[in-house]
Structure formats: structure tokens, C-alpha cells
């Protein structure tokens, strides 16, 4: 059975910092492209972070610069961290593993990241 299970979310004033991390059981983790989703309420699912098999990294444009992906293949873990944390960060943050061949994703549960102003 896959589980995406994701840590670390909560609430946090604006500037500060958050790091959410994503454990990953029932895959071959090393061989997936591993990435962190978001949604606000009444906005659409939209990129935040990406991570491929090979560590090569890709970013949503509204989080250049401030967040960090990275991935333990060791652990079977994702971690992002998140810097200079803005309110339009606030949503719910997905973990998300998916592969081509053969075409496979699985998603967490979500957790909630609520920056204040």
C-alpha cells in the first residue's frame, strides 16, 4: 500500500520560516519524481516544487528564490523549506509522486501552511 505522509505544517507570521517533509512507504521512492503542491481555498492545485529521480530541481514562479526542495533517498523522504514565508503562501501543501513508465501518481493527504500578516 502507497502512504505519502506530510509533517511540518502550521502557522507562522510573514518573513518567518516553515520546513514540511513528506515520508514516502509502498514505492520505490529512488526511481520517482517527487514534488510539493498547493491549494488555496477556491484556486486550483498549482506546481510549488519538483524533484526528479536525478535531483534535478524545478519551482513555481511565485516561490523562486525562497523555497527549497531536496529528497533523502535513503529515508524515502521530500522536504521543502520554506523561507520569507508570504500570506499568499497560506494553502493546504501536497505531497505528490508520480512516474512515467508506467505513467503512476500518488498524492498525501495535505497539510496546512497558514502564513499571518
Known amino acids: 500500500q502507497v502512504q505519502l505522509v506530510e509533517s511540518g505544517g502550521g502557522l507562522v507570521q510573514a518573513g518567518g520560516s516553515l520546513r514540511l517533509s513528506c515520508a514516502a512507504a509502498g514505492i520505490n521512492f529512488s526511481f520517482y519524481t517527487m514534488g510539493w503542491y498547493r491549494q488555496a481555498p477556491g484556486k486550483q492545485r498549482d506546481l510549488v516544487a519538483t524533484?526528479?529521480?536525478?535531483?534535478?530541481?524545478n519551482y513555481g514562479n511565485s516561490v523562486k528564490g525562497r523555497f527549497t526542495i531536496s529528497r533523502d533517498n535513503a529515508k524515502n523522504t521530500v522536504t521543502l523549506q520554506m523561507n520569507s514565508l508570504k500570506p499568499e503562501d497560506t494553502a493546504v501543501y501536497y505531497c505528490?509522486?508520480?512516474?512515467?513508465?508506467?505513467?503512476?501518481?500518488?498524492w498525501g493527504q495535505g497539510t496546512q501552511v497558514t502564513v499571518s500578516s
Open positions: 524533484i526528479t529521480s536525478g535531483a534535478s530541481t
Open positions: 505528490n509522486a508520480r512516474k512515467v513508465n508506467p505513467r503512476t501518481a500518488y
